[in-house]
C-alpha cells in the first residue's frame, strides 16, 4: 500500500528543508497538494478560520471605534464641557465675571442664527472666545478668520456642491444676503445635524443682521480641579445649577449604534466557535484517515510525542494562515464598515484599531488551536499501531 509513502511524502514536499520531521509532515498536510485516497482537504477549516478571525476583528474595531467616538465629544463638536444658555437681560456682565474664574480653563459665548443658502434653510454660528482657548473640530481647512470667510458642514457642501475655496451667498433671518469664501469643513456641534451648519465669525454673523436668541455660554473646566468643585463654584457663586448645565450628547446615530454592541458580541463568539468545531472536524477526520500512516510511523520509530506534533503541526498550520490573512483583512473591513456607517454624520470618523485586542485574538487562536491540535493528537495515538497495519 503506497498511501502511507504518499502522505509523508506530502509532508515534505515544497517546505524548508531545515524543519523537524513532524513539524514538516504536519505543516505539508495542510499546505501540499495530496491527491492520496487517505487525504482530506483542509480548505473549509482555512476558510472557516480565516472568516473567524477576519469577523472578530472587524467586530473589535468597529465596536471600539463607536465608543472611542462617543467617549471623545469634541469629534462630533463638542469641545467644552457644559453649556448653558443665559437669559439674562446682561449677559455681557455674567461672561465678564466667568472670564476671570480660575475655576474655568476656557469661556465661550456661541451665538446662532437662522439663516438660507438659495431655498435651504440652515443655521450659521460664530464662538466668541472670551478666555482661554476653545479650538472647535475640523475635518479639513481651518477656522474662518475674517467677516467674508466662513467654514461648513461636510453635509452642507455636500449638498450644495461647493469644496474648500468656493463662495456660497447666504442670506440672514432679515433678509440681508452675503457672499462668503468657504476656507474649512467644520464639525457643527448639533446632536441632531452635526454635519449641517455654518460657522463665521462673530463679525460675518452680525453682516447678516442681529440675532434675536440669547448667546449659548460654553465653559471649559480647568484640568486641576474636579468637576464637581467646579460645578460647584458656578451654583453659588453664578447662580448657575447643575440643572442648567448641558453636557455633551453624541449624535442620535451614534447612540444607536451602541445597541447593536450586545448583537456583534454575540456573533464574534458565534464565529470563534465555528471556527474551533470546524479546525475541530478537519483534524478528527484528517487522524481517522490517516491510520494506516500512522500506524507505520510508529512502526518506523516515531514515539507518541512526535505523532501528536504532527496532529499539532496541522492545527498552528490553519490557525496561522488564519490570523495572518483575518488580521489584515479584519482591519480593513472594520474601518470601511466603520466610516460607511456614520459618513452620513459630517463627524471625525477615524477607525479605532484596538492593537492590543487584536493581539489578543492571535494569541487565542493560537492557544486554541494548540489545545485541539494536542488533544487530537493525543487521542488518535491511543489506537494499536498493529491493528491498524491489519486492518488496512
Known amino acids: 500500500d503506497d498511501a502511507g509513502d504518499a502522505g509523508l511524502g506530502a509532508g515534505r514536499a515544497g517546505l524548508p528543508p531545515g524543519l523537524p520531521l513532524p513539524a514538516a509532515i504536519g505543516s505539508g498536510l495542510v499546505l501540499v497538494p495530496n491527491r492520496a485516497r487517505s487525504s482530506v482537504r483542509p480548505a473549509s477549516a482555512l476558510i472557516g478560520t480565516v472568516l473567524a478571525v477576519t469577523g472578530v476583528v472587524a467586530i473589535a474595531v468597529f465596536t471600539v471605534s463607536q465608543r472611542a467616538t462617543a ?4 469629534r462630533y463638536g463638542w469641545v467644552w464641557d457644559v453649556d448653558v444658555d443665559i437669559a439674562v437681560d446682561d449677559p455681557e456682565a455674567l461672561l465678564a465675571a466667568l472670564a476671570q474664574e480660575p ?4 469661556v465661550a459665548a456661541a451665538t446662532c442664527s437662522p439663516s438660507r443658502i438659495g431655498d435651504d434653510d440652515t443655521t450659521m454660528c460664530a464662538l466668541e472666545v472670551l478666555s482661554g482657548s476653545m479650538p472647535m473640530t475640523y475635518l479639513a481647512g481651518r477656522a474662518p478668520s475674517s467677516p467674508d470667510e466662513v467654514a461648513a458642514g461636510r453635509i452642507t457642501m455636500n449638498r450644495h456642491g461647493v469644496t474648500i475655496g468656493d ?7 432679515g433678509g440681508v444676503s452675503e457672499r462668503f469664501e468657504v476656507v474649512g469643513v467644520a464639525v457643527v456641534p448639533d446632536a441632531a445635524a452635526p454635519g449641517s451648519g455654518l460657522i463665521a465669525t462673530p463679525e460675518g454673523l452680525q453682516q447678516l443682521g ?4 440669547y448667546p449659548i455660554l460654553t465653559l471649559s473646566y ?3 480641579l474636579a468637576r464637581d468643585e467646579v460645578e460647584r463654584i458656578l451654583a453659588d457663586d453664578y447662580g448657575l445649577s447643575r440643572d442648567e448645565l448641558t453636557s455633551p450628547t453624541p449624535p442620535s446615530l451614534l447612540a444607536r449604534l451602541d445597541l447593536v454592541r450586545p448583537t456583534l458580541v454575540a456573533l464574534a463568539a458565534l464565529l470563534a466557535v465555528l471556527s474551533l468545531i470546524g479546525l475541530l472536524h478537519f483534524l478528527m477526520l484528517s487522524t481517522s484517515r490517516r491510520r494506516h500512516e500512522a500506524a507505520v510511523l510508529e ?10 506534533a504532527i496532529v499539532l503541526w496541522q492545527a498552528l498550520t490553519i490557525a ?3 490570523v495572518l490573512a483575518g488580521v489584515p483583512l479584519g482591519v480593513v473591513l472594520g474601518r470601511s464598515v466603520w466610516t460607511e456607517s456614520i459618513d452620513q454624520l459630517g463627524i471625525v470618523d477615524t477607525a479605532t484599531v484596538p492593537w492590543p485586542f487584536v493581539a489578543v485574538v492571535v494569541a ?3 492557544g486554541a488551536a494548540t489545545a485541539v491540535g494536542v488533544a487530537t493528537g493525543w487521542r488518535s495515538t491511543r489506537r494499536d499501531a498493529a491493528f491498524a497495519l491489519r486492518n488496512e
Open 71 to 74: 467617549d471623545d465629544p469634541a
Open 103 to 106: 475655576a474655568l480653563a476656557g
Open 167 to 173: 463662495r456660497l451667498d447666504v442670506t440672514g433671518a
Open 210 to 213: 442681529d440675532s434675536e436668541n
Open 222 to 224: 480647568a484640568t486641576d
Open 299 to 308: 512502526a518506523l520509530g516515531f514515539v507518541r510525542g512526535q505523532r501528536i
Open 320 to 322: 496561522t494562515i488564519g
Open 364 to 366: 487565542a487562536t493560537l
